[in-house]
């Protein structure tokens, strides 16, 4: 049976581009694969988070993924720091991986800005604790966003390269699932920015949690142009903003840009924006009630978690002490 690796950071309130991105398209996985999703906690630190904060984040990440359709029956879903494989792992990859692969991820230069010297070492060698996530459960298929197609290559060539140092078929070659119309959702203040749980300002971007009248008013300063909609999809050029917009409601309503332009061109912002706003609502009001009843049990949803810990490392550890065996460690007792 095919096994699904999918992972994502506690390091804020689950935004839309996740959902779109990412999260909803592990729903239906788990019903044709075994899948196996995390709470990457380890890759969260890369960045400095405050403790408590963390903590915090790492529950309401786990709820908004119950909330957003995993069944932590029909999945494993676990989080990484339960799972003691990921950074044993991570760390024979540091030795596999070569600085020149890490020299061109443009993750890490986004990250780092101009400030790179200041950067964690963890920050630099997070493609390969990724690559370990995926790896020591020698999963195949990875649903992620766009953005992670670059650290999936990175993956493949790690576990090329040791196989083919250690002389063993060990690492299976892993293949990114990229779906959804909106794979990638823009900043809701700037068109060429990606959206993101880290952007400084709240206005760029729908967290999961927004209430009715915050995705409204969201949504209703949101940066257009003055024209109204095209018809078609060539009319989409260079308006990075309402090809955003327009891909948004296509994707919260499971259809095609193309469709939502037959339907909306020649409209001007003010009621498509008015559309897109009530769509959002719709879709996401049940989502963030979930996570609320889920947040109020805290207790239950730890336990949850830790089943889901349990039956990962019953997968990652025999994975990872085969790796170590043929590294050559000593066997431990
Ligand atoms: P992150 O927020 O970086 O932990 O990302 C978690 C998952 O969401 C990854 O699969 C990303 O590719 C995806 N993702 C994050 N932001 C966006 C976005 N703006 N549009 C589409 N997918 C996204
Ligand atoms: N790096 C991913 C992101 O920021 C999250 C992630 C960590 C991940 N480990 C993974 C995604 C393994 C897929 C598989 O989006």
Known sequence: MTRVFSGIQPSGVPTLGNYLGAIRNWVPLQDQAEAIYCVVDLHAITVWQDPAELTRQTREMAAALIACGLDPQRCILFVQSHVRAHAELAWIFNCVARLGWLNRMTQFKDKAGKNQEASSAGLYVYPNLMAADILTYHATKVPVGD???????????????????????????????????????????????????????????????????????????????????????????????????????????????????????????????????????????????????????????????????????????????????IVGFLPAK
């Open 147 to 325: 953005d992670q197609k670059q650290h999936l290559e990175l993956a493949n060539d790690i576990a090329q390269k040791f196989n083919h140092d250690y002389g063993v078929d060990f690492f299976p070659t892993i293949e990114p699932l990229i779906q959804g119309v909106a794979a990638r959702v823009m900043s809701l203040r700037d068109g060429t920015k990606k959206m993101s749980k880290s952007d400084p300002s709240d206005q760029s971007r729908i967290n999961l949690t927004d209430d009715a009248d915050t995705i409204a008013l969201k949504i209703r300063r949101a940066k257009t142009d003055a024209e109204p909609l095209p018809d078609h999809m060539a009319g989409l050029e260079n308006r990075p903003e309402a090809r955003n917009l327009v891909g948004i409601l296509a994707g919260i309503t499971n259809t095609l840009p193309e469709n939502v332009l037959r339907e909306h061109g020649g409209q001007g912002f003010g009621a498509f924006k008015g559309t897109l706003a009530d769509a959002l609502v719709a879709h996401l009001g049940p989502i963030a009630a979930e996570m609320k009843r889920l947040l109020d049990d805290p207790a239950a949803l730890d336990a949850a978690l830790h089943v889901g810990a349990e039956r990962a490392r019953a997968i990652a550890e025999p994975i990872c002490a085969r790796a170590r065996e």
